[in-house]
């Protein structure tokens, strides 16, 4: 594993946030270990933006403590944000400025002497595949271009932990590729990263989830035990007969949930080895023949309807 | 109507030029009457021009479509009275009630004044909006908004439904709530084609048309994409340090791509390639980690990501 294991990058202790009469964040608590990528998970307005820019020091908790790297981010914010970068969802890149003209920006902003700069900026753009287009205008990048710059302008005072709030919003899944690599190269180097996304597929590829509902945090671990923690076992039926399927179905003892998916079905059923030729009898009597059961790996979205329930409709 | 084809949207040697710039290349494709068809590809793909296309709000420069049965570039009319239309801004008006936004959307789509209340009674049932229809549309939550916004499209009833990146960003429940209300509709013999490049929509797709450079470079179900899309094997390989396991395998003869996923990789193996065991002596042999591998089904990313990069190898060496 890494080089430097159990070293607390990230403490987030009670912390709580509201606006006017809405509670956006309540006694959210977690903690991050060096060099994990940690994934802040939700629909929109679940509290995940609010927590991030309270991590970032640009808006002041009403309760609660965070500390980055050691640092008070509440109490010292200015000493904290050499230490962090926040890209928000709306990175402010100047897009009438070239892609080295930004970096420029953002170096002189922290501060980072020239020699340094020089060095850094030209190792950043290496790895984001950015070399040879420095002097093409921020405005004339393609949507993954430009997130790959706002990485680089936000990694320029090499901090040691990374804030994303939806970096890949927008952005196709090939690109999304190539930034989810810069993004484990990062993390190889010891950087800590914290990203709230609102795509569940994305938050596979992270090490541990913050499941947020209504400014709450429901769930915090890795994919792997959260999806082992789903109620039941789903299953994933196969037919030339999806809708007519799904119908019969629903409410059938033991099923916890139905969805029609576009060439299958998935079931959500309390016993596996007890439900299965229950479905099957089922099918039989329908004559549906070319119908298949299979055991089907959860997606985290599965796991987030499961274990939340009717509760987030 | 035309006689080439009963399928709900058909195209053939489908072509748009803007200047020298092809757009939209030589584009085949036929969705069924009741069928969901995704429409996926990279960010300037073809997909916006070739739904604008679709919709007969820009003419094609070469080839022929029809929807609906009606010719795009000579009944252009008569095809946007036969299209319902939904993007993933939604374009509802905030400061006006759920009841005021459907009536506004019918004036739009021309609903006679006969048939309206029958259709608003229509649209907010199926979009559960009943008890609501004086509320602020700004007060509503995401998932309201989007049901709110469908019943908006199909107000006029259109047989052809045209949805883009629907779902973005509501959340899972509301998102499934809103799928049932798709396969709804189709159920009922609407035929709808969502455009999107999130993969988690894709899946509730009938079948996928995959799109990279105004061309069709995939089409099939997603179990048929995820199956016999990639051309070879994918095998999750554990190994420590990640970063050095991935170099090594992408120097092994066969291995076509390794790529990080979470904590290991996801290494696709071509025909003829090495197997478990071989990968494992290699990294061993570089004095790595090597934990458990085994065969995993690709994700339609996965699919997408090999068959976009595929293509453009295929581009590059022409």
Not at chain 1, 207 to 213: E, Q
Not at chain 2, 80 to 85: A, K, L, S, V
Request: aromatic fraction near 6%; charge should be negative.
């Amino acid at each position: 594993m890494n080089a430097v294991a159990n070293e607390t990058a990230v403490q987030v202790q009670a912390l709580s946030k509201h606006f006017g009469a809405v509670s956006a964040v309540r006694g959210v608590q977690f903690s991050v270990e060096r060099g994990e990528i940690f994934g802040l998970v939700g629909p929109d307005g679940a509290g995940k933006t609010t927590t991030m820019r309270m991590l970032a020091g640009v808006l002041q908790p009403d309760a609660g403590s965070i500390r980055i790297d050691g640092v008070d981010v509440v109490q010292e914010t200015e000493a904290a944000k050499l230490h962090l970068s926040y890209m928000p969802q709306r990175f402010g890149l100047y897009e009438d400025l070239t892609i080295a003209e930004n970096i420029f920006f953002y170096a002189e902003l922290f501060g980072i002497d020239r020699r340094q700069r020089v060095q850094r900026s030209k190792e950043l753009l290496s790895a984001a595949g950015l070399i040879g287009f420095e002097r093409r205008l921020a405005g004339q990048l393609s949507g993954g271009m430009k997130q790959k710059l706002g990485l680089v302008c936000a990694l320029i005072h090499t901090p040691r932990v990374l804030l994303l709030d939806e970096p890949t919003t927008g952005v196709d899944p090939v690109s999304r590729r190539d930034f989810w690599a810069i993004l484990y190269n990062l993390r190889e180097t010891g950087v800590t990263i914290l990203m709230a996304t609102a795509y569940m597929d994305e938050a596979e590829r992270c090490s541990r989830l913050a499941l947020f509902h209504e400014g709450e945090i429901r769930y915090c671990d890795t994919p792997a035990r959260l999806k082992a923690a789903m109620p039941g076992t789903l299953l994933a039926v196969t037919t030339s007969q999806p809708r007519g399927l799904r119908d019969l179905l629903k409410g059938q003892p033991g099923v916890l949930g139905v969805l029609l998916m576009g060439d299958r079905v998935h079931v959500r059923v309390d016993d596996a080895v007890r439900r299965i030729p229950e479905i099957q009898a089922l099918l039989n009597a329908r004559q549906w023949s070319d119908a298949q059961i299979a055991e089907a790996e959860p997606g985290i979205e599965d796991v987030f309807v499961a274990l939340l329930g009717e509760q987030s409709a | 109507m035309n006689a080439t084809t009963d399928a709900a949207v058909f195209a053939h040697g489908l072509t748009k030029r803007f200047g020298s710039f092809v757009a939209v290349d030589h584009l085949e494709l036929s969705i069924a009457r009741g069928e969901v068809m995704g429409f996926i590809g990279p960010n300037g793909a073809g997909k916006s021009t070739t739904i604008r296309m679709f919709c007969g709000l820009i003419p094609p420069s070469d080839g022929q479509a029809t929807v609906a049965g009606f010719d795009v570039g000579t009944q252009s009319q008569a095809v946007r009275e036969h299209i319902g239309y939904m993007s993933q801004k939604f374009s509802l008006y905030g400061d006006l009630t759920v009841l005021e936004n459907l009536r506004f959307f019918g004036g739009i789509y021309r609903v006679p004044q006969s048939k309206l209340a029958e259709r608003l009674t229509f649209a907010l049932s199926m979009a559960g909006l009943q008890g609501r229809e004086h509320a602020l549309v700004a007060t509503l939550a995401g998932g309201w908004k989007q049901r709110l916004a469908l019943g908006c499209a199909i107000l006029h009833r259109p047989p052809v439904l045209f949805l883009d990146e629907p779902t973005s960003g509501v959340e899972p429940q509301a998102r499934r709530q809103f799928w049932d209300l798709i396969h709804q509709l189709a159920g009922e013999g609407v035929t709808i084609l969502v455009s999107t490049h999130y993969m988690d929509e894709a899946e509730y797709c009938n079948r996928i048309a995959l799109i990279d450079r105004g061309r069709l470079v995939a089409i099939g179900s997603p179990g048929e994409l995820r199956n016999h899309g990639l051309g070879g094997v994918l095998l999750e390989v554990t190994a420590q340090p990640l970063g050095a396991a991935r170099s090594a395998l992408l120097n092994v003869p066969g291995i076509v791509e390794a790529a990080v996923f979470g904590d290991k990789l996801h290494v696709l193996v071509g025909p003829g390639g090495p197997d478990a065991q071989a990968i494992s002596a290699q990294l061993l042999a570089r004095g790595l980690q090597v934990g458990p591998i085994h065969a995993v089904t690709p994700s339609l990313e996965d699919v997408f990501v090999r068959l976009v990069s595929r293509e453009q190898e295929t581009r590059e060496a022409a």
